[in-house]
Nanobody, 121 residues
Framework: VQLQASGGGLVQAGGSLRLSCAAS????????MGWYRQAPGKERELVAN???????LYADFAKGRFTISRDNAKNTVVLQMNSLKPEDTGDYYC????????????????WGQGTQVTVSS
């Protein structure tokens, strides 16, 4: 699975950005898609993910401000980020996890390239 992330940029605090992640295959086949972020000097952390059954998980800092959604027709996952804060600054990465059953049941993980988000105060 190849993932193409887009939508990062520079925004003032309180503003919004919309990140998109396009997958190279049908996202019906991808069990979990999500977004992670990594701030300078910090570890990569989960922002939000969504299963192909529609289950959603948000990090505490994302609750109430960010919304993740799937567009099955476009094989795309979107992260709408509102009320952005300077601490949201970082590189945002699209992630996909797929469970395959041949030759044996195993999880496969894929990453897109990062897209930079900068929130100025």
């Amino acid at each position: 699975v190849q993932l193409q992330a887009s939508g990062g940029g520079l925004v003032q605090a309180g503003g919004s950005l919309r990140l998109s992640c396009a997958a190279s295959e049908s996202i019906f086949n991808i069990n979990i898609m999500g977004w992670y972020r990594q701030a300078p000097g910090k570890e990569r952390e989960l922002v939000a993910n969504i299963t192909n059954g529609g289950g959603i998980l948000y990090a505490d800092f994302a609750k109430g401000r960010f919304t993740i959604s799937r567009d099955n027709a476009k094989n795309t996952v979107v992260l709408q980020m509102n009320s952005l804060k300077p601490e949201d600054t970082g590189d945002y990465y699209c992630n996909a996890r797929v469970k395959r059953f041949s030759p044996k049941p195993s999880w496969y993980e894929y990453w897109g390239q990062g897209t930079q988000v900068t929130v100025s105060s």
